[in-house]
């Protein structure tokens, strides 16, 4: 079974940075859509990045112009590179499949792995 593995996480300070890396085997990320996901406590998961294999990008409104979304396919890894972090970017981050920005599938997938813990600090 393929499983990805998001990684990265950590406590920072508001105006600060971090760089998720998503990991997996048995897929190449090159041949995939892969997005970045969170999930706030008591919250629903929501995207939060996608990359489609044509190296497209998409982002969510609350974090256009902070985070990038990125792939290296020399290292089979998929990288959310935060900047600016705000308190309420605090939640756990995970990578899976990207269907689509409006495209609500991701709800319905069953492995979601550890996921990475963000937490930012005010």
């Known amino acids: 079974q393929v499983q990805l593995q998001a990684s990265g996480g950590g406590l920072v300070q508001a105006g600060g940075s971090l760089r998720l890396s998503c990991t997996a085997s048995g897929i190449t990320f090159s041949t995939k859509a892969i997005g970045w996901y969170r999930q706030a406590p008591g919250k629903q998961r929501e995207l939060v990045a996608g990359l489609n294999t044509a190296g497209s990008t998409t982002y969510a409104d609350f974090v256009k112009g902070r985070f990038t979304i990125s792939r290296d396919n020399a290292k089979n890894t998929v990288y959310l590179q935060m900047n600016s972090l705000k308190a309420e970017d605090t939640a756990v981050y995970y990578c899976?499949?990207?269907?689509?920005?409006?495209?609500?599938?991701?709800?319905?997938?069953?492995?979601w792995g550890k996921g990475t813990q963000v937490t930012v600090s005010s």
């Open positions: 899976n499949y990207y269907f689509g920005r409006r495209d609500s599938r991701y709800h319905d997938m069953d492995y």
